[in-house]
């Protein structure tokens, strides 16, 4: 298991946490959760700060974007090493790639339910408690997240199925939530005719398999987002709350598709507080305690290529 470097544990106790101290440290633990034809596919592991309680942790698993066909692990291991310090076993999942004539969306979903499930059959060893487990996902790992969530009938058949892979909370960064209005629906399979097509695609779209029952929510959209409008996330988030599920949803004006990922687009404040965000959320279930430690680097961590800016008053909602 790897330990917690000084400079983490030093920041942590004193409640403060820059960014620029776990961008690339510590190196997670890789676990084979599944085999596939192209290979083993793992979780990357990020061991939960002890010194709160040995009990068993809440669990946080991350969901890397790239439009379903890219994207890399460890662009989203910041993420969960935050969450570790935050007391949750911290874990991104490696999954398939959509390839011409390889894996497709279902294999894609199929993994991600499968990580879930070995969670939740290796809790005891894992140290997780199986009835905190969250999902949380940007972008196409955003949609992936929500289909974890919804879409109960794509599983891979190898799997325990008497494990359940259902989350107990799922937080949403400009997730795709449906295909029928988006350009990327050209990624499935389309019908012989325009209505079957139409049917089939829905049927990988979340916003589709609303129903009551689900587990508590939070959608985060930037309103400047030119990739995936996030009137998507306003009508998901207003169909959860219509079924009666908890969904906080935050709007932030002005910012654009990926602000989440460090070192790549907006400014190291963006990046926080995005991330703070998610750490208020799963606060308010109980599952951490005390405010977010995250703070901006004395030094900024990275030279955004998005005008450096603080995130206005977001707009939020929840039953």
Not at 116 to 137: F, K, M
Not at 189 to 208: I, N
Request: proline share 9%; net charge neutral.
């Amino acid at each position: 298991m790897p330990t917690t470097p000084t400079s983490i544990r030093a920041a942590t106790l004193a409640v403060v946490l820059p960014l620029s101290a776990i961008l690339h440290q510590p190196a997670p633990t890789a676990l084979v959760y599944k085999h596939s034809a192209g290979g083993d596919l793992k979780l990357y592991r990020f061991a939960a700060d002890q010194s709160a309680s040995s009990a068993p942790h809440p669990a946080a698993l991350w969901i890397h974007g790239g439009g379903w066909t890219g994207g890399t692990c460890d662009a989203f291991f910041p993420m969960a090493r935050y969450t570790a310090t935050r007391g949750a076993e911290s874990f991104v999942v490696n999954y398939r790639l959509l390839r011409p004539g390889g894996p497709t969306m279902t294999d894609a979903i199929a993994d991600c339910k499968s990580a879930v499930r070995y969670l939740r059959a290796h809790h005891a060893e894992l140290n997780v408690d199986p009835q905190r487990i969250a999902v949380l996902g940007e972008s196409a790992g955003g949609h992936l997240a929500a289909a974890v969530a919804l879409l109960d009938d794509i599983n891979d058949g190898t799997d325990d199925l008497t494990v359940s892979a259902r989350p107990d909370a799922v937080v949403l960064f400009n997730p795709l939530t449906d295909f029928t209005a988006s350009n990327f629906r050209k990624l499935l399979p389309q019908g012989a005719d325009p209505e079957s097509a139409d049917a089939f695609v829905r049927d990988y779209s979340p916003l589709f398999h609303v129903r009551s029952g689900l587990p508590p929510t939070l959608c985060v959209h930037g309103l400047g987002d030119t990739v995936i409008p996030p009137e998507q996330t306003r009508r998901f988030a207003a169909a959860l709350q219509q079924a009666g599920n908890r969904c906080d949803l935050e709007l932030l004006p002005g910012l654009p598709h990926a602000f989440l990922i460090p070192e790549y687009k907006c400014s190291e404040t963006v990046v926080v507080n995005a991330f703070r965000r998610a750490d208020v959320f799963l606060n308010s279930l109980g599952w951490f305690s005390g405010a977010p430690t995250l703070t901006v680097s004395a030094v900024p961590a990275w030279t955004a290529k998005w005008p450096p800016s603080p995130i206005p008053a977001a707009t939020n909602t929840h039953p």
